[in-house]
């Protein structure tokens, strides 16, 4: 890809490769002027607001041990906020020394009014309907920038060491909602091959193309979604099944909403065990 060059940029502090999206400002997003901001309302655990310009940091495999696979990874947050470590960059981390080239995305959300995007999302948690009338138009952004991703992923799979037929795309909550926007929008020779819904939020799912293609799926939640999302990942079982995909749905008995990689002691810390044993049984590994 001729603008791959132009695209990539360094992170020094951290060591890891930022991919911009798009090589100006993202479309549809052209007269957004605020800033990203980053707040830490938990140790180790930032949260993103006000992304206006969406990329990809990128965590190679760990040498020795990639066999081509690639996850692009969503975090979640209500499409107000990134939950950028426990949703994000520690999971890339997680899959990066199992093999997996991993992509953290971060993708444009609802722009903050103040200094605590908390205290503007927590109201709408409890009024979903509004809340995913103000996410409208930014979703079907953010939908953009996920299937911009997997054509900047699959366009430079030589060059990054990947197999362009082996390429995942997992999120979490909004993040997870995401995952399965991008799968049933993007054109068919864009569609991720596999998926990992964690934890996601049906009711703001637009897109309507089905794969094609055989797309396992490796589903999980917690019974005590304090959301109330568990028959959003049940529901989304069934139909994956009745569709003839494979599927694997894991309902943890406690968790709650958000566990991402953080270690609570419940049932749900051992997501990352079954899901690696998903992977590695569907030769992902």
């Known amino acids: 890809m001729k ?19 798009y090589p100006g400002k993202a479309p549809g997003s052209e007269n957004w002027n605020w800033e990203v901001k980053e707040f830490t309302p938990m ?14 940091t990128m965590y190679p495999a760990v040498k020795g041990k990639g066999n081509g696979t690639s996850m692009i ?9 990134l939950s950028i470590d426990s949703e994000g960059h520690d999971v890339a981390k997680w899959l990066s020394t199992r093999g997996i080239t991993a992509f953290v995305l971060t993708y444009r959300v609802v722009k903050s009014n103040g200094p605590n995007p908390f205290a503007e999302l927590m109201p709408l948690m409890k009024d979903f309907k509004k809340l995913d009338e103000i996410n409208a ?8 920038d996920g299937i911009e991703a997997i054509k ?12 362009p037929n082996k390429m995942g795309f997992m999120g979490f909550s909004a993040g997870g909602t995401l995952t399965m926007n991008v799968l049933l929008s993007a054109p068919q020779a864009l569609k991720p091959n596999f998926i990992a819904p964690i934890y996601y939020y049906e009711k703001a799912v637009t897109g309507k193309e089905m794969p094609n293609a055989s797309t396992p799926a490796f589903i999980a939640v917690a019974a005590d979604d304090d959301l ?18 494979p599927t694997e749905l894991h309902v943890y008995e406690n968790g709650r909403h958000g566990f991402g990689m953080r270690k609570n002691n419940t049932a749900s810390d051992n997501w990352t065990v079954d899901f690696e044993n998903w992977l590695r049984i569907r030769k992902f590994l």
């Open 152 to 163: 900047y992923v699959k366009a430079n799979a030589q060059a990054l060491g990947i197999d």
């Open 43 to 56: 140790p180790n655990n930032r949260m993103l607001f006000n992304v206006t310009e969406p990329t990809l």
């Open 3 to 21: 603008i791959a060059c132009l695209l990539l940029l360094c992170l020094s502090a951290l060591g890891q490769e930022v991919i911009k999206l």
């Open 228 to 245: 109330g999302f568990t028959p959003h990942s049940i529901r989304l079982f069934e139909r994956w099944t009745a569709a003839k995909h």
């Open 73 to 81: 990874v969503a975090p979640g947050g209500a499409f107000h906020i």
């Open 137 to 144: 138009p930014v979703v079907e952004m953010a939908t953009q």
